[in-house]
């Protein structure tokens, strides 16, 4: 598990304010498709809606080739409608503004008790917008980050994924990493069954699948 985990939001898995479970997934062109997909299908088989998030509502294409439709505008989204918002990475977090938006949504989300989970370029946006200046993170690495003039360069965390103060952070190698750290901070698996839930999707561990399965969690 991450070193520092201080859940922030929706705990338990608990419905949101308004009786939904609804967790944000921002898609944007290039976005890295192959870094959410274990958080957001287990999310899913524990009742979450998953719901996409664009800039607008035009259809976007994933770094793999995938076009999506996102659900609804980022204008659109308020933080006590979620359970979390999910970033993840993609080409045009390094490569101009045109992303910035989304790193002040988490900023609002965060400020509003909502948590926010960034993988890849998404932490760099992030420490663009001061979201990593006082919170423990990780990301690719730590000269990456360093690369956008942050502040919190002593608060990062050599390690797979990091949770501090309703803030997930990986690096792009550690998707299921990521998905851990999301299930344990929304309460959908914890303890002995998320450790085995890690290793089982990480290491392929076989021991790992009785685990789960006495606890129904398959």
Do not use: N, Q
Request: negative net charge; aromatic residues 8%.
């Amino acid at each position: 598990m991450s070193d520092t985990t201080t859940p922030a939001g929706t705990p338990s898995g608990e419905a949101t304010p308004s009786g939904r479970r609804v967790v944000h997934l921002a898609v944007y062109d290039t976005f890295a498709d192959w870094e959410t997909g274990h958080a957001t299908a287990h999310l899913a088989r524990a009742g979450y809606e998953i719901r996409t998030v664009g800039a607008t509502t035009d259809a976007v294409t994933s770094i793999g080739g995938l076009r999506v439709l996102p659900d609804l505008a980022l204008d659109a989204v308020r933080p006590e409608d979620a359970a979390l918002l999910i970033l993840p990475g993609a080409d045009r977090w390094d490569t101009g503004d045109d992303l910035a938006p989304f790193a002040r949504a988490a900023r609002a989300f965060l400020a509003a008790g909502t948590p926010v989970a960034a993988i890849c370029g998404a932490t760099a946006g992030l420490a663009r917008e001061g979201l990593l200046d006082t919170r423990a993170h990780t990301g690719a690495v730590s000269f990456y980050l360093a690369a956008t003039g942050y502040a919190g360069g002593d608060r990062y965390v050599d390690t797979d994924a990091v949770t501090d103060d309703g803030l997930v952070t990986a690096g792009p190698t550690d998707p299921v990493a990521f998905a851990r750290e999301i299930l344990g901070l929304l309460g959908v698996y914890e303890g002995d069954v998320l450790d085995a839930w890690f290793r089982l999707f990480h290491d392929s561990d076989p021991e790992a699948y009785g685990v789960l399965a006495k606890a129904g969690a398959l």
